[in-house]
């Protein structure tokens, strides 16, 4: 069973605050995707990473995915409420694209 | 109009009863999914179905039932629900032709078991 593990679980802080969310694995991966998911509300995909130590930019979020494609990270810059919700990490793997969930990071931006 | 849509959005039903949940979908996507969400486990994998004539077991298959009625059309049975199956239920959607796996969900039943 491929398991892909978040840290923190919870993230509380100041409108303005830098933060960075984990997501880390044993299995290796094809792909890693990142979705933010608001209350009563379906996860959104935000952004898919590809390659090994691949960086992507999305206004003030930046996604990186590890070189051995095991884990990713998620910077969030001058973090605003709107930021507030639900982020999970997905990982790819396998000919038909097989997607598995990580654990979920919930975070709040206090304004 | 939304893409995918579930109904009914929340239910509160007695252990033991037979109830279903159902997924609709207008994008045309050949693959449908069910998941459930916990509280601190993210999205764990019920059912899945690649095709109308292709149905797969996930992670937590066990107490649940699935039927696709038709491409557009996926629904989730629980056959004589129990308090644990109390959780937020996602249908997803995702095209095999398309370059990446993207996922698209509706927007959840809450289901409450008592």
């Known amino acids: 069973t491929q398991l892909l593990e978040q840290s923190p679980q919870f993230l509380s802080i100041q409108e303005g605050e830098n933060l960075t969310v984990y997501c880390n694995s044993s299995?290796?991966?094809?792909?890693l995707q990142w979705y933010r998911q608001e209350p009563g509300e379906g996860p959104v995909l935000l952004v898919t990473?590809?390659?090994?130590?691949e960086v992507k930019k999305l206004k003030r979020l930046t996604f990186q995915f590890g070189d051995a494609r095991k884990d990713s990270s998620l910077h969030i810059t001058a973090a605003q409420p709107g930021d507030t919700g639900l982020y999970l990490c997905?990982?790819?793997?396998?000919?038909?694209?097989?997607?598995?969930f990580g654990t979920g990071t919930k975070l709040q931006v206090i304004p | 109009d939304a893409d995918v849509t579930q109904t009914p959005r929340n239910r509160i039903t007695k252990t033991g009863k037979r109830i279903m949940l159902e997924c609709s979908q207008t994008?045309?996507?050949?693959?449908m999914y069910w998941y459930r969400q916990d509280p601190g486990l993210g999205l764990q994998l019920i059912y899945y179905?690649?095709?109308?004539?292709?149905?797969n077991k996930g992670e937590i298959s066990d107490g649940y039932s699935v039927s696709r009625q038709a491409q557009a059309k996926f629904s989730l049975s629980l056959e004589s629900a129990i308090p644990n199956q109390t959780a937020l239920y996602f249908c997803?959607?995702?095209?095999?032709?398309?370059?990446?796996?993207?996922?698209?969900f509706g927007p959840g039943t809450r289901l409450l078991v008592l």
């Open positions: 179905s690649f095709d109308v004539k292709d149905i």
């Open positions: 994008k045309g996507h050949d693959r």
């Open positions: 997803a959607t995702s095209d095999s032709e398309a370059d990446q796996e993207t996922q698209y």
């Open positions: 299995s290796v991966f094809s792909s």
């Open positions: 997905a990982g790819v793997s396998g000919g038909y694209q097989k997607v598995t």
């Open positions: 990473v590809v390659t090994g130590g």
